[in-house]
Structures are given as C-alpha cells and as structure tokens.
C-alpha cells in the first residue's frame, strides 16, 4: 500500500543524476562557464561546497555543446595515468586506444591526429581526487594548446583547494559556486514538484518550513534533497499507520525537526 507521500519521497532521491533547476546561481554559473570555455584558456577551475550543484552545471554544458563542439566530459575520476589516457583517447577519437608506453608518445599521437585545425574541450569533475603527478601531466598536456581543461573541484571548511600549489599554479580563471538562497530553496522545491506534477502539494510548505530548510542546510541542495527525502519517509509512515497525526493542508514544524534530528543535521 503506497501513500502520496510516497512519490513525494522518490522525487527527492540524491542520486547521482538529478533534475536539472535552473536557480538564479546556476543561471550565472553556466553562462559564465559556457563564455569561459569560448575564450582561449587552458585550464579553468570551477569550484563549491559538495552539493551546491556543480555536476549538474557540467553535465548540462555536455549536454547543449557535445554536438556542438569538441568537448568530452569525465564525471568520475581517473587514479592512475594509463587509464586516463586510454579513456581520453577513446573518448575524443571515438576508436580503442592503442597501448602507450608513456605520455609523450600518447600527446605526439593526439597532437597529430588532432590536426591544425581540432582542439579539445575535457571537463573533468571531482579533480580533487586525482593524483598530482596526473593533475601536472593535465596541466603540461594543455600547454600544447591541443587540449582545454575545466576542473572541478570540492571546497570544504577544512581545506581549502585552491591553495593547492598544483591547482592554484597556471589557473587561468576561476568560478565559484555557491549554496542556494532562501528564494533559490523555495524556487528549487516549486519546480521539483511542478517537474513531477506534483505542485498541488506546496501548500504542505509556508515561508516558515523554508526559513527552517535554510538554517538547517544552509542552501546546500544535496543538503536538502537528503532532508526532504526524509521528511517525507516520515509523513509516509504516519499516513499509512498513524494518519490523524498529520495534516493534509499544513505541514508541522516538528516532522521536519523530526527528520533533520534522525539525520543527524541537529541535536535533540
């Protein structure tokens, strides 16, 4: 037995892939990374806190440009240098990769077969995780003019990533995303409802539970989706067992305090 709760649930699942809301920061985000990517910089560093959205942004610009331009994108990151290049090349040549031996017979190749006229767009998401003596064979491969690079990268409290030497040095410009505003909160849960035709359930939230939302995340989307997603699991199991507990029209306060309490995101 389902509850209406329970597709309110499924629409804020954090997964790897989520709808794509256009926030007023994302707007500004994806237009100055698309201007960005047309001028004649090799490598660019967009950053954030993990959840503000970056790889929604860059899987986005895939998306509108793959048959566009010559772009390729990496959403999960490589450990070693072979299988990097093997899947660069692949990637770009559209062919099995050859064995190289070492990384200046993979860029003589890649020069050669680009030609005078190609160059190549990589988008690389999760740089962070990347080893450094890769993150410097990245940074020599776009001295050759052939490749274009766009890392992205986590910014967290307690370490800040742009004071790595090995992606602070050579950086041509950088981007910054930030969590969501209290309207961007309120825009964002209007339209995953309205996306998944369920908007006849906002009048469950009042400026109240939004106001709640922020000062529980801090605009942080994945923050959120996490939150929401329990949220609901909650009314869900009331609804079916327990159903004068709730309201259909009005949501209390508590069942949020509720859910961010079992999650951990503040103390009793």
């Known amino acids: 037995m389902n509850s209406n709760y329970t597709e309110l649930k499924n629409i804020f699942v954090d997964g790897e892939v989520f709808d794509y809301i256009n926030l007023d920061k994302s707007t500004l985000a994806y237009e100055r990374l698309v201007q960005t990517l047309d001028k004649p910089l090799k490598l660019i560093l967009f950053y954030g ?65 680009l030609g005078d006229e190609r160059s190549i767009t990589v988008l690389i998401d999760e740089a962070q995780l990347y080893p450094q003596e890769l993150i410097e064979k990245i940074r020599l491969m776009a001295d050759s003019r052939k490749f274009k690079f766009l890392f992205t990268v986590h910014k967290t409290e307690k370490e800040d990533l742009l004071a790595k030497d090995y ?45 709640l939302l922020m000062k529980i995340t801090d605009g942080n989307l994945r923050t959120i989706n996490k939150l929401l997603y329990k949220l609901f699991e909650i009314l869900e199991y009331y609804d079916l067992n327990k159903p004068s507990v709730i309201q259909r029209k009005s949501l209390k306060s508590k069942f949020l305090e509720m859910a961010a309490i079992n999650l951990g995101m503040i103390n009793v």
């Open 49 to 113: 806190k993990p959840g503000t959205g970056k790889t929604f942004l860059l899987q986005k610009i895939y998306n509108d440009f793959k048959n566009k331009k010559n772009i390729v994108f990496f959403p999960r990151p490589h450990f070693e240098e072979k299988g990097f290049l093997k899947a660069l090349y692949e990637e770009v040549f559209e062919e099995k990769s050859p064995e190289f031996t070492n990384y200046d017979i993979f860029l003589t190749t890649a020069i050669q077969k």
């Open 167 to 211: 992606f602070q040095t050579r950086i041509w410009e950088t981007i910054e995303l930030h969590n969501s505003s209290l309207n961007e909160i309120k825009t964002y849960i209007e339209k995953k409802m309205l996306f998944h035709n369920k908007f006849e359930h906002l009048v469950l939230f009042k400026d109240s539970h939004y106001k």
